[in-house]
């Protein structure tokens, strides 16, 4: 009885020693990811002085004009959350007094913005209220070109300026639109994460959701906002913690860090059912009809889960480092097992962002659902740089049958014409349906399939489809 008493004694005090090394290799991995997670000094100076040089500008010309409004900064720039990445974004929010119509307030900044520099190259962002993304021409920075493949070296930072015109509000009850809540987000971060230490978490939950393209409430990407991980890091209180809990989510869960409802039934039954979708419901501190994840999608959030279960049992500071997609690798590894490879490039004629991006997506999956018809797909992914085109890329397998889907059993004349055209015909729930052999190349399916379907390329704003 003693044996067994002390072998059970030291399975334990194994299993205590193996959770604390591994908690140990997590914390060591997070220090050294956190040594390079924050932007250079370099590029915060060039941006740091490029912002001062516009906002003075800009205030210049709000007082000349006799216009009633004021600047603030706002997103991660502002509450000190900024992580390193290739391209920076500063929200400048232009408040206007509420005397103004939300209808004009975006003119009005237009008009301000053509009046301060010749330099400035401005791109009007249509939305439900129209914004301005702005790059000064006389800053030294250059765009990272993206070469499929090849990850960029030595590429300065490349940075702009968002100008967002919104509402000056009293109370979020107040809002005509989602963005003058913005003013009301960046106090509520600085009131509530002041220390080095919580800025710190909030970096790293930032930085691995870059990472695993989970950061982001855009369309194309639908994961977490800047705006939420900074309040579920705050509600969790560290990184660990939040990606832990994360973890274990099952059903939908809904926080409310303000208790702005009594439960979680209320939350269910007083928000409209349109911000519900989500697999987190994340109440707004400000605003408790708004559920901040309401752009979260199930299958972001399910990659989000694996990638966080994979730094857990397998700490790594290669989970915090973004993807980068080696498309000669993907070629030669399916060349190796027969398979075969297609690069894509799409052009849409929508608005680079949000809007493009979107659409591009949308198409890529039609289009995967359609190579599905002949091709077994064995590797695929998007890739989409803000700008009006995407690359796809497909490693497929030929399917040796294909199934075509012929007419209702009942459609006589049809059913004939059908059987006449097909052989190894056969009902299946109410439909015929034939088995057909094919030995079309993945090349040969996507010439004939863009030039078939030309109509429905330009239903759903693709101007052009290539090979590459």
């Not at 249509?126 to 990272?144: A, E, L, Q």
């Not at 439909?431 to 399916?445: D, G, R, W």
Request: proline share 2%; net charge positive; aromatic share 12%.
């Amino acid at each position: 009885m003693n044996n067994i008493s002390k072998q059970f004694k030291n399975i334990i005090k194994q299993h205590y020693f193996i959770e604390y090394m591994r908690i140990k290799k997590i914390k060591f991995v997070l220090n050294q990811v956190l040594d390079n997670i924050n932007p250079s000094k370099e590029e915060l100076k060039i941006i740091n002085y490029s912002l001062k040089e516009f906002l003075i500008k800009i205030k210049k010309e709000i007082k000349k004009s006799k216009i009633n409004a004021e600047i603030f900064i706002g997103g991660s720039f502002a509450k000190n959350t900024l992580i390193k990445k290739n391209i920076y974004d500063v929200d400048v929010f232009l408040r206007f007094d509420k005397k103004y119509k939300t209808e004009d307030i975006s003119n009005l900044t237009e008009k301000l913005l053509k009046k301060i520099n010749k330099n400035t190259d401005i791109l009007k962002v249509h939305g439900s209220r129209d914004y301005f993304r702005i790059k000064d021409t006389k800053v030294p920075f250059i765009k990272p070109s993206f070469k499929l493949g090849v990850k960029p070296d030595n590429i300065s930072p490349f940075f702009y300026f968002e100008l967002i015109p919104v509402i000056k509000v009293k109370s979020s009850e107040n809002y005509e639109n989602i963005t003058d809540l913005s003013y009301s987000h960046v106090k509520y971060i600085r009131q509530k994460i002041k220390s080095e230490k919580l800025l710190d978490e909030v970096r790293l939950a930032k930085s691995f959701c870059y990472a695993n393209n989970c950061y982001g409430a855009e369309s194309y990407i639908r994961g977490f906002s800047g705006y939420s991980l900074e309040l579920l890091v705050y509600h969790y209180g560290t990184f660990l913690k939040f990606i832990n809990e994360m973890i274990k989510i099952k059903d939908k869960k809904v926080i409310d860090i303000e208790k702005h409802h009594k439960n979680k039934q209320s939350v269910l039954m007083d928000l409209n059912s349109s911000k519900l979708g989500s697999p987190i419901v994340l109440i707004d501190p400000t605003y408790k009809q708004r559920n901040t994840l309401a752009a979260l999608s199930q299958e972001t959030f399910n990659e989000f889960k694996k990638q966080a279960k994979k730094f857990l049992k397998n700490p790594s500071k290669k989970a915090f480092e973004k993807k980068e997609i080696n498309l000669e690798n993907i070629k030669n590894n399916a060349g190796k097992k027969h398979y075969e490879f297609i690069l894509l490039k799409a052009e849409t004629d929508k608005q680079e962002g949000d809007i493009a991006g979107s659409k591009l997506l949308k198409f890529y999956n039609t289009l995967n659902s359609e190579i599905q018809r002949y091709f077994e797909v064995k590797n695929k992914g998007f890739i989409y740089e803000r700008e009006k085109t995407a690359n796809y890329f497909f490693v497929v397998k030929k399917r040796e049958k294909i199934l075509v889907q012929g007419p209702n059993k009942n459609d006589n004349d049809n059913v004939m014409k059908f059987k006449t055209r097909h052989k190894n015909v056969f009902i299946k729930k109410d439909k015929f349906y034939a088995l057909e052999k094919t030995n079309i190349t993945i090349n040969e399916f996507i010439e004939n399939w863009s030039k078939k379907y030309k109509k429905r390329l330009k239903e759903m704003y693709i101007e052009d489809l290539k090979i590459i």
